[in-house]
C-alpha cells in the first residue's frame, strides 16, 4: 500500500465568473520512503499539490488517501491532528515562531501532539543536536541566521517522527553554503527512510531525488525516476 496515494484529484478556485483548475485529474502515488521533487512553471500547481499533501487544503473532488486513511472523510479537528502526527513542515520562508526560541519553535509539534514537558524538552534538544545548533536552543529565530533558521524549521519537521517531510521550496532563500547544509540535513534524513516531497524549481536540488514529478496547467505531464 503505497504511503501517499491521489486519485483524480481535481482543485478548483472561483475567480469571477469564471471557474480555474489548479489541479485537474492528478493520479500520483508515493511508496514510504521515497524522495521525491515536485518541478513546473510558477503556476503548475506545485504548492496547490504540496497543501493537499499536507491536509492545508482540500481538493474540489478526488481521493486522497495518507498511511491508508481517506482524507476527504475527517473532519477539520481530525484533519488537525493526523496533519501534527503524520506530516512535517519546511517553508521557504522557515515559519518560525518569533517570540519563540529556536527550542520552543521544535517543541511545537510536540505540544500539540500532547507529549510531556520534559520529554518533549529532551526530544527537541536531541533534534537540535541532529542539526548543529544545540548551542542555539535559547537563540530567538531574529537572532540566527537564514541557514539556522532552516535547520531549526528541519529539526521541528522531523521531531515528531513524522510519516513524510514537505519541503516547500526549502532553499530558496539560502546562500550556496548554507543550501548546501540543508540538503545534507535531508539526504541523512532519506538515508534513514524518511519519505520526503520537495517542492523546488532548482535543478540541482530535483537530482537529488530519486523521482522527478512534473506540473504543467494543473497536470502531471512527467513523472521520472532516477
Known amino acids: ?3 501517499i496515494r491521489l486519485k ?9 465568473d469564471n471557474s480555474v483548475a489548479a489541479l485537474d485529474d492528478v493520479d500520483l502515488s508515493i511508496a514510504r520512503g521515497q524522495r521525491v521533487a515536485i518541478i513546473g512553471a510558477s503556476g503548475s500547481g506545485k504548492s496547490t499539490l504540496l497543501g493537499i499533501i499536507g491536509c492545508l487544503d482540500t481538493p474540489t473532488s478526488g481521493e486522497y488517501m495518507l498511511n491508508g486513511r481517506d482524507m476527504s472523510a475527517q473532519d477539520p479537528r481530525r484533519l488537525a ?18 517570540r519563540l526560541t529556536a527550542l520552543g ?21 536531541a533534534a537540535l543536536t541532529r542539526v548543529g545548533l544545540q548551542d542555539r536552543a535559547a537563540h530567538l529565530p531574529a537572532q540566527l541566521s537564514g541557514g539556522q533558521r532552516q535547520r531549526v524549521a528541519i529539526a521541528r519537521a522531523f521531531v515528531g517522527r513524522p ?4 519541503a516547500d521550496e526549502p532553499t530558496g532563500n539560502l546562500d550556496s553554503t548554507a543550501t548546501a547544509q540543508v540538503m545534507d540535513l535531508l539526504d541523512a534524513l532519506h538515508d534513514e527512510g524518511q519519505t520526503i516531497l520537495i517542492v523546488t524549481h ?3 536540488i530535483a537530482t537529488r531525488c530519486q523521482r522527478t514529478v512534473e506540473l504543467a496547467d494543473g497536470r502531471i505531464v512527467r513523472d521520472e525516476r532516477g
Open 105 to 125: 519553535n521544535v517543541m511545537q509539534p510536540l505540544v500539540y501532539g500532547g507529549v510531556p514537558l520534559r520529554e518533549r524538552r529532551r526530544l527537541a534538544l
Open 163 to 166: 510519516s513524510i517531510v514537505l
Open 81 to 98: 491532528r493526523i496533519r501534527n502526527a503524520e506530516i512535517g513542515f519546511v517553508f521557504q520562508s522557515f515559519h518560525l515562531l518569533p
Open 8 to 16: 483524480g484529484i481535481d482543485k478548483r478556485y472561483d475567480v469571477g
Open 1 to 3: 500500500m503505497p504511503l
Open 202 to 204: 532548482e535543478a540541482n
